[in-house]
Each structure stands twice: as structure tokens, then as C-alpha cells.
């Protein structure tokens, strides 16, 4: 009876033992590609890009169908995603210039909270690994914005243009023809340029491989690794071993090297046994650059893309995993890049800060239990500007406006045009007239926002 009690209780203290474990703080890692479209990856479609890692991401964990980023340009959308707001509150959107620029005078307030700084309150260490493009200035940097460590480039890879040709002529030079060099964009370590040019032909390897050896020096430590690479952004850039790989061409090759880093951050995880308490999230900033042809990606079955309101400038791929603890699904509810910031805060148990709105969800619920997300809406800015919203799975679009040649010229639509995104992702038939009620909950929707916001002050309309 003795043996049988004794065992008991070892079973008993086991089983507690396991669930703290369980319970212990997870690590983060978010990996964000720069252009990449709705429908570039093998899981959400593309037939010939072949992403077998990011492929087992979705199979293993989430993959979301609305997902969206809180802007259609890079400046904006990192800005959403880290803070947990629309960057019309923090004054990183603009009706000006619509991103920073090597020559921009501002970058993101030091009075806005990063997730990096909301982690670092309850224990975290933090990196940022890749493009910033939240202000090149050392204030702006990731190391005074929460992040104890950074490596990578702090705009787009594109800027800095050496080349005498004009931007967009230079662009229909065959692929062979643009080289890294012919873009003085600076490769940081914390705040010190370590190479200039950057070899953007190896950075996408590099930038994984930073991760993987962040994870393995801080194993011991709850952490998070913000991700975010230079690429498939234009210039289009990979390395020996990847190019010509790809059936896709050139922007499958550097998808095929962006997806074999995953892989190496998966395997590590697994590896060093931390698969499990940790959730890694793979999204974009934004939709493809559809001017570039086949340097460009796809949105799949939505319209247009990087630039616009319509989904295929801001609905992306949403990918969650973490073995054990994220329930297998494909995820038709609609969240954000944005709600990161609360799902994040409330599984790591940082305190939300109660002096600012947050356009952010948990979407624990979601992730663990498969409920229903507390996400119902979107609103769809272009700068200062809310062209669309979306409620359930009606979106208005009250002003479109094409990008970059293409789409038209801007319209303001009174009423506003309406389609309902669940029968109609590709935004082709016009219901507006079938469904006033629709209508008049998103503008109540629209109304009750406007209401409440008090924009920031423009911080990408200077520039030196």
C-alpha cells in the first residue's frame, strides 16, 4: 500500500511538474517577409514555388485565410505590427510620402511601445534580425526601441541606389544585370555599419542563420526574434546554392532560400527541445509588387496588391505553429498582424498598457481552444486616409485609387461599393444595392472610429 501510494504521488508531482512546464512563458519568434503575396507560397497555392517547410508550418499548426497586415507599404505596416496600432496613431502613415527614406528627418516615437519593450518588462530578452525601415537614425534603431540586440539593414533594400538610370527603368534590365553593389544600403550590428554595400546576395541565408544562433545563446531565457527579411522586395537577390533552383525563376529561388531558413529555425527549436514552448508566426508586410512582372509575386485569387486597399495589397498568409500547444486548422476568422501584440502580451504575462488604444486581439482563444476570434473588423487606410472597412465578411470600399500605373484612377464611391469577401474574395460583383443594412453597420463601424481617434503627429512627411 506503501509502494502503491509513493508511486502515486511521483506520478501525481510528474504530472505537475509538466503542466508548469507547460505553463512556463513561451518564446516568440515572428518571421516577416517583405512583398510577399497572398498567393506565393505552395500552402496557399502556388504551383510551381515549392515551400515544403513553410508548407509544414501550416500543416502542423495554423494557416489563417483572412490574415491581414495594418498597411498596404513597408514604413507603416512594420509600425502596426509592433505596436499593436494603426500607424495613423503613432503619425507613421502619411499622406506625403508613404515610407521612410535614407534622407527621412523622424521614425517611430519613443513614446509608442514596441513588443520588444512589453516583452523586456516581464523577462525577455529581444532581437531584431533584418529590415527595420522604422527610422534610420541611432534613436530610431531597434536598440532603443526595446530590442537588445539587432543585425540588418535599416530600410529597403532598394534604396541607396547607386546606378545613374531612372528607378523604374532600371528595373526592366534582365535579373543578371542588377547587382548588390549597386545599392549602398548598410548592414548594421546594433548600431554600427559592419559592411557597406551589404551583400544582399547572402543576406537572406545570414539573417537565418542569426536567428539560429540567437535561439541556441539565449535557450535558457524566455526570448523573441523579430525576423524580418529584406526580401522578395525588389532588388531580387539569392545565393549560389539556391539560384536557378526554383521552376518559379528568379522570385522562386529567393522564396526557396527564405522557406530553407525556416526550416533551419524549425529544426533548431526542435533540436534544443524548445519546439514546443515556443510559437513562431510567418506573415508579410504587405501585398506583391505587381509592377514588376515576374520579379513580383502573386496574390492569388485577390485583387490588386502592394500599395492598395483592395485584400491583395493587405490579406496575407498567416501562419502559426507550435507543436502541442497550437490546435491543427485551417483558420477562416479574420485577425492581424496587430493582434500579435495582446496574444503575445497575454501568454507571456506582460500587463497591457492602459494609456493608449490598441487595435489589438488576442487571439489566444483561437490558437488553443478553436473559438471564434475577437477580431470582427478591419479598417483599410492609405495613408491618414480610411478608403474600406470590413465587418464579418462585408468590406465597403468608400474611395479606390490605383498604385504604380495600375487599377485606375482614384473614385470616391457615394454609396460605397460592397462585396462580401467570403462568397467574393476577388472583389468582382458589386452588392451594395442587395444589402443596405451591411452597409449601414460598416459605416457605424467607420463612424465609431473616427470618433475616437486622435492622430499622431506625421512622421514620414520630412525629409533632410
Not at 516577416?32 to 515544403?52: E, N, R, S
Not at 533551419?264 to 509588387?289: M, R, Y
Request: charged share 25%; with cysteine.
Amino acid at each position: 500500500m506503501k509502494n502503491l501510494f509513493t508511486f502515486l504521488l511521483t506520478i501525481l508531482c510528474f504530472s505537475t511538474l509538466q503542466s508548469q512546464e507547460k505553463q512556463s512563458p513561451p518564446n516568440f519568434i515572428i518571421i516577416f517577409a517583405d512583398d510577399l503575396g497572398y498567393g506565393d507560397l505552395g500552402t496557399y497555392g502556388h504551383p510551381t514555388i515549392k515551400t515544403p517547410n513553410l508548407d509544414r508550418m501550416a500543416e502542423e499548426g495554423q494557416k489563417w485565410t483572412n490574415f491581414y497586415a495594418g498597411a498596404s507599404v513597408c514604413t507603416p505596416s512594420r509600425a502596426a505590427l509592433l505596436t499593436g496600432r494603426l500607424p495613423v496613431r503613432s503619425g507613421m502613415a502619411s499622406s506625403k510620402h508613404r515610407v521612410l527614406f535614407p534622407d527621412s528627418k523622424n521614425g517611430l516615437p519613443a513614446s509608442e511601445i514596441t513588443m520588444a519593450e512589453q516583452l523586456k518588462t516581464v523577462g525577455y530578452k529581444t532581437a531584431a534580425i533584418g529590415k527595420w525601415h522604422l527610422g534610420h537614425k541611432e534613436q530610431y534603431l531597434p536598440t532603443n526601441n526595446g530590442f537588445d540586440y539587432y543585425f540588418g539593414i535599416p530600410y529597403s533594400n532598394d534604396m541607396d541606389k547607386i546606378s545613374g538610370k531612372d528607378y523604374w527603368d532600371y528595373w526592366k534590365q534582365p535579373d543578371d544585370s542588377i547587382k548588390t553593389e549597386h545599392f549602398n544600403v548598410p548592414l548594421l550590428r546594433n548600431t554600427k555599419i559592419i559592411e557597406r554595400p551589404a551583400n544582399q546576395n547572402t543576406i537572406t541565408t545570414r539573417y537565418s542563420d542569426e536567428v539560429v544562433s540567437y535561439i541556441k545563446q539565449n535557450k535558457d531565457n524566455p526570448f523573441f526574434v523579430y525576423l524580418a527579411h529584406n526580401l522578395p522586395h525588389i532588388p531580387l537577390f539569392v545565393s549560389d546554392k539556391f539560384k536557378g533552383k526554383s521552376e518559379r525563376g528568379l522570385y522562386g529561388d529567393v522564396l526557396e532560400e527564405i522557406d530553407n531558413g525556416v526550416g533551419k529555425i524549425l529544426s533548431t527549436l526542435k533540436e534544443e527541445g524548445l519546439a514546443e514552448n515556443t510559437i513562431v508566426v510567418f506573415t508579410s508586410d504587405n501585398g506583391p509588387w505587381l509592377p514588376f512582372k515576374l520579379n513580383g509575386g502573386s496574390a492569388g485569387l485577390l485583387r490588386a496588391g502592394k500599395g492598395s486597399t483592395w485584400e491583395g495589397g493587405m490579406r496575407e498568409p498567416g501562419i502559426f505553429w507550435s507543436p502541442g500547444r497550437i490546435k491543427p486548422a485551417v483558420v477562416s476568422d479574420i485577425g492581424s498582424t496587430m493582434d500579435l501584440f495582446t496574444t503575445f502580451s497575454k501568454m507571456a504575462g506582460a500587463e497591457l498598457p492602459n494609456d493608449r488604444i490598441l487595435d489589438s486581439h488576442d487571439l489566444g482563444p483561437v490558437l488553443f481552444e478553436q473559438k471564434e476570434s475577437a477580431r470582427k473588423s478591419i479598417i483599410y487606410y492609405r495613408g491618414t486616409e480610411i478608403y474600406a472597412a470590413r465587418f464579418g465578411d462585408y468590406k465597403a470600399h468608400f474611395i479606390t485609387q490605383g498604385v504604380y500605373g495600375q487599377f485606375g484612377e482614384r473614385e470616391e464611391h457615394n454609396p460605397p461599393i460592397l462585396y462580401n469577401l467570403s462568397h467574393d474574395p476577388s472583389e468582382q460583383f458589386d452588392i451594395a444595392a442587395d444589402h443596405p443594412e451591411m452597409l449601414q453597420k460598416i459605416n457605424e463601424l467607420v463612424a465609431e472610429h473616427k470618433s475616437k481617434l486622435v492622430a499622431g503627429e506625421d512622421q514620414l512627411a520630412d525629409r533632410e
